[in-house]
């Protein structure tokens, strides 16, 4: 069974700072990986998605790269703003049409 | 456009008794997903669908059931609800195969 890990569970730092989300797991066998925020007691948005054949992903201030072979991605978020504390989560997609997430991580930047 | 609506949004059960949740995409989307999050575990895949009529068990399907009459609805039900049966319901929605998950807002469930 795929195993999602997010290091760390929780994050802090002060506004402007650039910074980097990693998420890993277990089996390179995917399909894609999605980048997601979800603000308290709210639903996923999605940020990103990465196919299983590309390297990575921009949008605005966001850069989401995966490298398969490691099992690993990273969510580079530049400049940060108070505006982007919430919890950051990663889903892969497997065979099976199955879905597997990490369980987070929180970020609070501080104004 | 809406895109993906949940109703309802709370909901507080005793144990034993039945309930639906709906799930409406306005994106002509093919595929959908139920999913529960419980703290510290993440999501999970409960079922799922890949068109009109067709429904699929996800990582964990006990306990619930599903229908996908109309390619725009899809309902989880719970026939005999119990305490561990409470979590935050979320139902997601893509266009293909490697399509990018659109979520709804999510249904709280308490049961006692």
């Known amino acids: 069974k795929q195993e999602v890990t997010q290091i760390p569970a929780a994050l802090s730092v002060p506004e402007g700072e650039n910074l980097v989300l990693n998420c890993s797991f277990t089996d390179s066998a995917i399909y894609n990986l999605q980048w997601f925020r979800q603000d308290p007691g709210k639903g996923l948005t999605s940020l990103l998605l990465i196919q299983s054949s590309q390297r990575e992903q921009t949008s605005g201030r966001l850069n989401a790269s995966l490298d398969k072979s490691s099992g690993r991605s990273t969510l580079y978020i530049a400049a940060s703003q108070p505006g982007d504390s919430a919890t950051y989560l990663c889903?892969?997609?497997?065979?099976?049409?199955?879905?597997?997430f990490g369980t987070g991580t929180s970020l609070t930047v501080i104004p | 456009n809406a895109g993906v609506t949940q109703t309802p949004k709370f909901r507080v059960l005793k144990t034993g008794q039945s309930m639906t949740l709906l799930c409406a995409q306005d994106m002509n989307h093919e595929y959908m997903y139920w999913y529960r999050q419980d703290p510290g575990m993440g999501l999970r895949l409960i079922h799922y669908?890949?068109?009109?009529?067709?429904?699929a068990k996800g990582e964990v399907p006990d306990g619930y059931n599903v229908s996908r009459l109309k390619k725009q609805n899809f309902l989880l039900g719970l026939e005999s609800a119990a305490p561990s049966q409470t979590s935050v319901y979320f139902c997601?929605?893509?266009?293909?195969?490697?399509?990018?998950?659109?979520f709804g807002p999510g249904t709280r469930l308490t049961v006692t």
């Open positions: 889903a892969v997609r497997v065979t099976g049409n199955q879905f597997y």
């Open positions: 997601a929605s893509t266009q293909g195969w490697t399509g990018e998950q659109y």
């Open positions: 669908s890949v068109g009109e009529g067709t429904t």
